[in-house]
């Protein structure tokens, strides 16, 4: 059977199986990706965590260079994703080729531009990001492996989105878990068996995304998912421009993130060390809290842009209901046992400081309030970027991050302290679930309205 042909069977597959069954299908490798990767990134935090406070403040300081690097490759991916799913829906293969190539090989060359620019200003980079004198020395050691790994990272990151926006989740899923499996497995040993402190723990994730990568490439030749074709390269301004249509929703996103996460570390350390510990410890617990919601998202996203590309709208919208009731129950049950069981969850990252204990139990309560709401916020953007509607996904994409939480840091911080610092973000993810209501809403009623007329809709 040629690629083609394998090709017709997925659209008939896509557009005419059940949703329900065919969404739970393809979240399951999808959530098992993100929830792996959330736990491995945990990882690296939970063995630092016996380095000391300095040590685990430096990998929060880390992360938002590290949001950089995935936002470059979440907007590859993305975009190039969206833009595949909605010609194969169309059965436009030689378009779907080529954006495939010059999604990929954007990334590769974004990553290694961030790779080289960040290791020539290592040092002033390291102390923008927030680190104090006690935690840069660890930071330093921690970025440097991260840049070197930044080409790998952004690509595998673009690959994996690639597969997934095919219904190729499975492969995706390979290639990134046994990236995270060896992370986990080579983080204690260059840790304490090598000696190799922070700077252990960040080789051994640039080892990881150097395996991911390499599986990935090798999933993109299996069952009639679109190949990497290095002929097919096509840089140009209409493939760019569906890319930036498609992905500038992630690139806001993940961009925003690592502002803000920026200037959380920056006023944060002005509370010392512990503050710091803590506050990166919450963030990575959510970023896990919220992995398995994204992946199942995930699954949801390739049969909207299919069903959307072939004109089923009544497929997208039943799509979309399905997994926000699906959602509503397991957010429910997260939200109470992080509730009930902060103690214990933050202690097992930092049993002898009791001061980034008591910051980090409030912080995850804080955060609890919110996350039974995150389904909908989170569908919303999803639907509307998958479908091309770029500006409301995108508007969705900056809301948490940029239009709520920077101001509110730079209004509760200041008549708050560390108290305001910690409000932010549950005060940010609130006001963004409920913008994301008038913006959704009359999408989903234009997708009826076509429906019923057979016209695209606007």
């Known amino acids: 059977m040629n690629e083609t042909s394998v090709q017709n069977e997925k659209f008939l597959w896509m557009t005419t199986s059940p949703v329900e069954g065919l969404i739970c299908r393809l979240a399951i490798p999808t959530i098992t990706v993100m929830l792996i990767s959330a736990m491995y990134n945990m990882a690296d935090t939970f063995f630092v965590s ?26 590859f991916g993305n975009g190039s994703g ?87 989740a499975f492969y995706g899923m390979i290639g990134m878990v046994s990236g995270a499996l060896v992370n986990m497995g080579l983080d204690p040993l260059f840790i304490f068996v090598l000696n190799l402190g922070t700077g252990g723990a960040s080789l051994a994730t640039m080892l990881s995304q150097t395996v991911s990568f390499s599986l990935l490439l090798l999933g993109c030749t299996k069952s009639g ?31 925003l993130a ?75 049950i997260l939200a109470l046992g992080g509730f009930i069981f902060a103690p214990r969850i933050i202690g097992i990252f930092q049993l002898d400081d009791k001061r980034v204990m008591e910051i980090g139990i409030f912080s995850l309560r804080l955060h609890c309030w919110i996350f039974p709401f995150m389904g909908w916020f989170t569908l919303s953007n999803m639907m509307m970027q998958t479908i091309g509607r770029a500006f409301r996904a995108s508007l969705l994409a900056v809301s948490r991050q940029g239009l709520f939480l920077l101001p509110l840091l ?14 932010t ?14 913006l959704c809403i009359p999408v989903l009623r234009e997708m009826k309205q076509a429906e019923e007329s057979q016209e695209p809709p606007e």
């Open 225 to 255: 998912n679109v190949r990497i074709r290095p002929r097919d390269f096509s840089p140009g301004i209409a493939l760019y421009r569906e890319i930036v249509r498609g992905g500038f929703p992630s690139l806001c996103r993940q961009g």
């Open 258 to 332: 690592s502002v803000a996460s920026i200037f959380v570390n920056q006023r944060a350390v002005l509370y010392g060390d512990a503050a710091v510990a803590a506050l990166s410890i919450v963030h990575r617990l959510t970023i896990v809290s919220q992995s398995a919601l994204v992946g199942f998202g995930q699954g949801f996203q390739p049969v909207c842009g299919f069903n959307y590309g072939a004109r089923r709208y009544d497929r997208v919208r039943r799509a979309f209901w399905f997994c926000n009731k699906a959602a509503g129950l397991p957010l429910l």
């Open 425 to 438: 973000q549950p005060c940010a993810d609130a006001a963004a679930v409920l913008l994301s209501l008038p």
């Open 50 to 75: 016996f380095l000391g406070t300095s040590a685990t403040a430096a990998v929060g300081i880390v992360f938002p260079l590290m949001a950089v690097i995935q936002a470059v490759g979440f907007m």
């Open 82 to 168: 969206n833009y595949i799913s909605r010609e194969l829906g169309a059965q436009r293969y030689d378009n779907a080729s080529k954006m495939a190539a010059t999604g990929f090989v954007s990334a590769l060359i974004a990553g290694g531009c961030i790779s080289l620019i960040g290791n020539i200003f290592i040092d002033p980079l390291t102390l923008a990001l927030g680190a104090s004198h006690s935690i840069l020395p660890h930071a330093r050691d921690y970025m440097r492996f991260i840049l070197l790994g930044a080409p790998f990272m952004a690509s595998s990151l673009m690959l994996n989105n690639l597969l997934r926006y095919q219904g190729s």
């Open 410 to 423: 730079f209004f509760l911080e200041p008549a708050l302290g560390l108290f305001g610092i910690q409000l």
